[in-house]
């Protein structure tokens, strides 16, 4: 119920894509893509995501079962783990999917924050692997967010939407440290830039 709900819900809204030429055509070109996205703006990804294969990393919590029973019939490679589980088995495995050519989907502030703060597991896969990072966010002309840890946003049906990749971008493999930190602080930088265009598109307070 909750995917045909979603379902109608996406494909209400009238949908503007920016940006995903240079994405597509790394996958095309099958290399690895690490995408980025914000908890706050993860909602029409399962939808706009379904059916290219991709890998998303899912929490073992509670919440997270929920996400994997909606997006179940997607088309999803769906891997649990999270920063504060064990992830072992899950890193081996996003790391061969990255290898081979694939696109593994990382929320690098999930699954409790801090809202924004961009933790590094994403940052270390493209370094091993040599995938490119591709951050995505969306917003609408009429949003809904939640008083939430994440300031989690929806759309109400029939709503506006844009939909905003990121330019693709690799990493260093040999940055650590000092070095390892300010690309951090960069890439947390970049994604909540992206955040602050697309809301900029409706002219939501920033």
Known sequence: MG????GLWVKSARMTVRGEES???LRREKKPVVLLVWHGRIFPVPYLFRFRGSMPLISPS??????VQIISRWGFKVMRGSSSHPIKDAWNAMISELRQGGEVI???DGPKGPDRRLKLGGVKLAQETGAYLVPFSFSASRPKVFNTWDSFM???PFSKVLALYGRPFQVYPDLKGEELELERKRIETLMNELDAEADAHFNLPG
């Open 3 to 6: 995917r045909f709900i979603l």
């Open 23 to 25: 994405y597509l055509e």
């Open 62 to 67: 509670q919440d997270g079962e929920v996400l």
């Open 106 to 108: 990382i929320v690098p």
């Open 154 to 156: 929806v759309f109400k």
